[in-house]
């Protein structure tokens, strides 16, 4: 049996509401900048929430704005890497079908049909991952488990979304997941942990990594930003729209995570957290953050993307991936946009108002979707 391989991150893209490039992406998430912002299309439209993470260097009316939003980021990550598409696997998270607006009106695309275009030019192995907001991180977990068996060198991994229409505003909405317009700021709308959090805001984007092992990186003299140290999955069996309030199966994907690496808690130095904003969200993973580190929880930093870039479903974990593995790279952790009062049973040790410079080297980064879906990689700067 072949012996299990190191697996590095080689290459990384993003596209987002705060940059389209992993540069500025980065650059905006250290400056606290929100991408949030009120769309004139849905206050038109008068749909009951008119806010969103609207990804400005796409046009909204493009008809194939899903797979140039999804291209985008892996041309960006195979560039970094020195790699083309005939010489990786592919697995990706497109999520839901998406209802795109068109210039002759709203397009229809299945999500398969997003996957397929995308992955024609990749090799072995190629897969679509549907796992609702955790299918971004699960995709980079599937990937390191293929790299690490030995199965193949590199395999391109990722996820993209265009949650941004009509659809799926009233359908978000009508679970009371949304946050809903009250007249403030538009891009303070989603404010994870926050005392005054009311749910997340929608947003497009997509997010690639490079997984390779180190035997290759190493022979191709590609640059090597991080290391893939371990990943978890788990599975609540709880409810459609919202998780144990105890975070017990948030806290066992964790505890895998760690565990897949050899490794334990007190090895993890900060949290990128799934915190979407949503009120039973944050206080399970609150709670399961907690659990997790026992004691050491004060010690260890936390921060959360979506008060900053909105939830870009599929995109979401990849996205935070990315800010993960440039954490690993400068040791610093950004912080958590549009938290200023934490509430009660969310105590954690917040990342608040600036970035905080801690030489962190390994980083768990979680999603947490619905159905109970659970996924986390844990990264660590490359030894």
Same mark, same amino acid.
């Given at each position: 049996?072949?012996?299990?391989?190191?697996?590095?991150?080689?290459? +990384?893209?993003?596209?987002?509401?705060?940059?389209?490039?992993?540069?500025?992406?980065?650059?905006?998430?250290?400056? %606290?900048?929100?991408?949030?912002? !009120?769309?004139?299309?849905?206050?038109?439209?008068?749909?009951?929430?008119? =806010?969103?993470?609207?990804?400005?260097?796409?046009?909204?009316?493009?008809?194939?704005?899903?797979?140039?939003? $999804?291209?985008?980021?892996?041309?960006?990550?195979?560039? &970094?890497?020195?790699?083309?598409?005939?010489? &990786?696997?592919?697995?990706?998270?497109?999520?839901?079908?998406?209802?795109?607006?068109?210039?002759?009106?709203?397009?229809?695309?299945?999500?398969?049909?997003?996957?397929?275009?995308?992955?024609?030019?990749? *090799?072995?192995?190629?897969?679509?991952?549907?796992?609702?907001?955790?299918?971004?991180?699960?995709?980079?977990?599937? $990937?390191?488990?293929?790299?690490?068996?030995?199965? =193949?060198?590199?395999?391109? /991994?990722?996820?993209?979304?265009?949650?941004? @229409?009509?659809?799926?505003?009233?359908?978000?909405?009508?679970?009371?997941?949304?946050?809903?317009?009250?007249?403030?700021?538009?891009?303070?709308?989603?404010?994870?942990?926050?005392? *005054?959090?009311?749910?997340?805001?929608?947003?497009?984007?997509?997010?690639?990594?490079?997984?390779?092992?180190?035997?290759?990186? *190493?022979?191709?003299?590609?640059?090597?930003?991080?290391?893939?140290?371990?990943? %978890?999955?788990?599975?609540?069996?709880?409810?459609?729209?919202?998780?144990?309030?105890?975070?017990?199966? /948030?806290?066992?994907?964790?505890? *895998?995570?760690?565990?897949?690496?050899?490794?334990?808690?007190?090895?993890?130095? /900060?949290?990128?957290?799934?915190?979407?904003?949503? !009120?039973?969200?944050?206080?399970?993973?609150?709670?399961?953050?907690?659990?997790?580190?026992?004691?050491?929880?004060?010690?260890?930093?936390? @921060?959360?993307?979506?008060?900053?870039?909105?939830?870009?479903?599929?995109? /979401?974990?990849?996205?935070?991936? =990315?800010?993960?593995?440039?954490? +690993?790279?400068?040791? =610093?952790?950004?912080?958590?946009?549009?938290?200023?009062?934490?509430?009660?049973? +969310?105590?954690?040790?917040? &990342?608040?108002?600036?970035? !905080?410079?801690?030489?962190?080297?390994?980083?768990?980064?979680?999603?947490?979707?619905?159905?109970?879906?659970?996924? $986390?990689?844990?990264?660590?700067?490359?030894?």
């Amino acid at each position: 049996m072949r012996a299990a391989q190191r697996v590095v991150v080689t290459g +990384c893209g993003a596209v987002s509401a705060v940059g389209a490039t992993t540069g500025a992406f980065w650059e905006a998430l250290l400056a %606290g900048r929100s991408g949030i912002a !009120r769309l004139p299309r849905f206050v038109a439209a008068h749909l009951p929430v008119t =806010v969103g993470g609207e990804v400005a260097a796409v046009p909204h009316g493009h008809a194939d704005r899903d797979l140039v939003l $999804a291209s985008r980021a892996i041309d960006e990550a195979l560039g &970094v890497a020195g790699l083309n598409r005939s010489a &990786v696997g592919f697995i990706w998270a497109t999520g839901l079908d998406t209802y795109q607006e068109g210039d002759q009106g709203p397009v229809f695309r299945p999500a398969g049909s997003c996957f397929a275009a995308l992955a024609r030019p990749f *090799r072995e192995p190629r897969r679509m991952i549907a796992a609702a907001c955790a299918a971004g991180t699960q995709a980079i977990g599937e $990937a390191y488990w293929q790299v690490r068996a030995g199965h =193949v060198d590199a395999c391109m /991994a990722g996820g993209s979304s265009c949650m941004l @229409s009509p659809f799926y505003i009233i359908g978000f909405a009508a679970l009371q997941a949304l946050a809903a317009d009250d007249g403030d700021d538009p891009s303070s709308a989603c404010r994870p942990f926050d005392r *005054r959090r009311r749910g997340f805001a929608v947003s497009d984007g997509a997010g690639a990594l490079v997984v390779e092992s180190l035997e290759s990186a *190493r022979r191709r003299g590609a640059p090597v930003l991080a290391e893939i140290a371990g990943f %978890g999955m788990s599975q609540d069996r709880y409810d459609l729209n919202r998780p144990p309030e105890d975070g017990s199966g /948030a806290e066992r994907c964790l505890r *895998r995570a760690v565990q897949d690496g050899g490794l334990v808690p007190g090895d993890v130095d /900060a949290v990128n957290a799934h915190a979407t904003g949503t !009120r039973a969200g944050d206080l399970a993973e609150a709670a399961a953050i907690r659990r997790f580190f026992g004691d050491a929880w004060t010690d260890k930093p936390v @921060s959360s993307l979506k008060g900053a870039i909105g939830h870009a479903m599929a995109a /979401a974990g990849a996205l935070e991936a =990315v800010a993960a593995v440039a954490t +690993c790279r400068t040791g =610093v952790v950004p912080p958590t946009v549009n938290l200023g009062d934490p509430d009660d049973g +969310c105590e954690l040790c917040h &990342v608040i108002g600036r970035p !905080r410079q801690d030489d962190v080297r390994t980083v768990l980064s979680a999603s947490f979707g619905m159905g109970g879906q659970n996924a $986390a990689v844990l990264f660590r700067r490359p030894a």
